[in-house]
């Protein structure tokens, strides 16, 4: 712990105990009153109440940064580093029951961190307040206006992402209640608050209140004042945390179960037990130096015995299950001589699909076939990726295609490509590689590939929007050299690729498609073969492949510096280490490897049981 999160602790200790801790929203006394006989105009349907702030837009307020006043009637305890960022509903008269308003604000070209939210809701009309983040700009209006949940342009003028969800029975951040965002400069600009109204015709001037971080400080230090503002979140929440979009229509409204303090020193005991799965301390958990304890070691007990493999070229875990798709060649191998100088596959339709089952789900316990799937399909399977639905996106480099298919019953919902046909425009691809999922706009990104020196982005319904190309640093690597794979960092927008003969990983913005940092190390030894993210300790695992001066290895990364923390690999060592995925608890590490025709899974050392 450094002095930073020492003081953070003692500040939050210290305002805790001039506080009045209070299990309770804050009531209607906690807001200011409002003067029910002004008048004000009519808007789609909302009676918005005519008044402007100081500063020239309603529903927007700020306090303690230096511009605005906060309400002199809200009492603060925030530690003085953090400044408030408040989106009002102002004087916002509902017309009818179960009505939806909307209030946003723009945020400054500073980058912050959202390390904490507090609905004030003023009246009990008042039942759910949601936040979204708007990705492209202009989104927002000055005052507020009607909206619909259903309907995502009437919300943002453009895709959008739900990042905090309340309501009197749920209050949940994200998909993780501890989760921090990044807001500002190049990242998301603009924020919208939506409030439901189960009655009309009463005036309103709820409000949200943004706790950000901002200047010289990191994801860690974020990390320690979200816990200050957090709470865990209640089992009613934790069974819709895969379905945010669709959180309105399900949850039960019940009580209140906003608490408006928070203890900082308990909560932080908790979390330690709950959150950090990987038996490490917090600071072990979130800080760029550690004092990284390596020991990610291999489970011997993993897969079973009996799972028989051909060329292993994608592995990924289930996102709710955490049992693993394996992706393989059965019996078919890749040989120089498949494709001929036009990178056609030859004989291909003659030489027919793979006979065998190339699709596995291993269980997570035992590493026993559990389902297969996927005979007579594929030709030369190459990238599996399992996204946020539990849905799989395979690439075929024989084929030259895309696959979107169901996780549960296996059938292809989507096709992207030309069955054996390569093509450089935005609707063929040459030998894909990977697919990445973004799971805050759906879009999907696609490596591509051998031939090609591009990754393609679409939407989710497979068009297409964007192409983005090596950042250029001169003319040695002024291209791709094969983008072999691609993970996504959703809390920084980032994309990133491992961009194979160059021995890079570059990343960029998931919605701009600006390059943002490269990682490149000699360590590497030329080649990044796969990389994944993992978002519980926020670090990027990576392969890389054979050479005469460094060992095929595991590289752990600090994601923002690009350190090696560790390195690893199995006893005997890897052959061709291919593909890479992380478990969605943090736990286990797998890596698909195609010369030793099989799957390994590392731990920490501590859950090695």
């Known amino acids: 712990m450094n002095i930073f999160h020492l003081y953070v602790v003692v500040v939050a200790l210290l305002l805790g105990l001039f506080s009045v801790t209070t299990n309770t929203l804050p009531t209607s006394k906690d807001v200011p009153s409002i003067d029910k006989d002004t008048a004000g105009e009519i808007k789609q349907g909302i009676l918005i109440e005519s008044d402007e702030n100081e500063d020239g837009m309603n529903g927007v307020a700020e306090g303690k940064d230096g511009t605005d006043e906060e309400d002199e009637n809200t009492e603060s305890v925030d530690p003085p580093f953090v400044h408030t960022k408040i989106i009002r ?47 492209e700009e202009p989104s927002v209006s000055n005052t507020a206006w009607s909206c619909n949940p259903h309907i995502e342009k ?71 004042l979200s816990r200050y503002y957090s709470q865990f979140v209640d089992p009613l929440c934790d069974e819709k945390l895969n379905d945010l979009g669709r959180l309105l229509e399900t949850i039960q409204w019940q009580d209140e179960s906003y608490d408006a303090t928070y203890d900082y020193e308990e909560s932080s005991q908790q979390l330690n037990l709950q959150d950090n799965r990987i038996g490490t301390s917090f600071d072990e958990t979130y800080s760029s130096s550690w004092g990284y304890d390596p020991e990610l070691v291999q489970d011997l007990t993993w897969p079973a015995p009996n799972v028989n493999l051909g060329q292993v070229t994608g592995v990924d875990a289930k996102p709710d299950t955490g049992d693993v798709f394996v992706f393989h060649r059965g019996e078919r191998t890749w040989q120089l001589s498949d494709f001929d100088e036009n990178n056609i596959f030859i004989n291909g339709k ?20 559990k389902e297969k799937a996927g ?10 990726t399992c996204d946020y639905n539990g849905d799989l996106w395979l690439t075929d480099v024989a084929l030259h295609q895309v696959f979107k298919v169901s996780g549960k019953t296996f059938k292809t919902e989507m096709t992207l490509g030309e069955a054996f046909v390569p093509g450089e425009d935005h609707h063929h691809f040459c030998k894909p590689t990977d697919v990445a999922v973004d799971k805050a706009t759906g879009n999907v990104f696609v490596a591509d590939g051998y031939c090609n020196k591009r990754v393609l982005k679409f939407s989710s319904n497979g068009t297409f929007l964007q192409e983005i190309k090596a950042h250029n640093k001169g003319l040695a690597k002024s291209n791709f050299k094969i983008p072999h794979s691609l993970a996504i960092v959703e809390s920084r927008r980032m994309i990133c690729v491992a961009d194979r003969e160059n021995g890079r990983i570059q990343c960029f913005n998931t919605i701009t498609g600006d390059f943002i940092h490269e990682i490149e190390k000699r360590e590497f030894g030329g080649q990044v073969f796969a990389i994944a993210y993992d978002r519980v300790l926020d670090v990027m695992y990576a392969v890389n492949g054979l050479s005469e001066r460094i060992p095929t290895q595991g590289y752990t990364l600090d994601i923002q510096t690009g350190e090696i923390l560790e390195t690893w690999a199995p006893p005997q060592g890897f052959q061709m280490p291919h593909d890479i995925a992380v478990g969605p608890d943090g736990n286990y590490v797998y890596v698909a490897d195609v010369i030793n025709e099989g799957v390994f899974r590392f731990l920490r050392e501590d859950n090695n049981m």
């Open 350 to 369: 003659e030489r027919g699909p793979i006979e065998a089952d190339v699709l596995l789900l291993l269980s997570k316990r035992g590493g026993y076939i």
């Open 375 to 384: 005979a007579d399909r594929f030709y030369m399977p190459h990238g599996l």
């Open 89 to 135: 509903m102002d004087k916002v008269i509902p017309e009818e029951n179960d009505m939806y308003a909307c209030a946003g604000v723009s945020l400054s070209t500073e980058q912050s961190w959202i390390v904490g939210y507090v609905p004030l809701p003023q009246n009990e009309s008042v039942d759910a307040m949601t936040v979204y983040g708007c990705l």
């Open 154 to 224: 009437t919300v943002c003028s453009g895709p959008s992402s739900i990042i905090y969800s309340w309501s009197r029975s749920c209050d949940m951040i994200g998909e993780r209640k501890q989760q921090v965002l990044i807001v500002g400069g190049a990242y998301i600009r603009d924020i919208v608050l939506m409030v439901h109204y189960k009655d009309g015709d009463i005036q309103d001037s709820s409000a949200l209140e943004l706790k950000l971080l901002s200047g010289e400080y990191t994801e860690t230090d974020a990390h320690y």
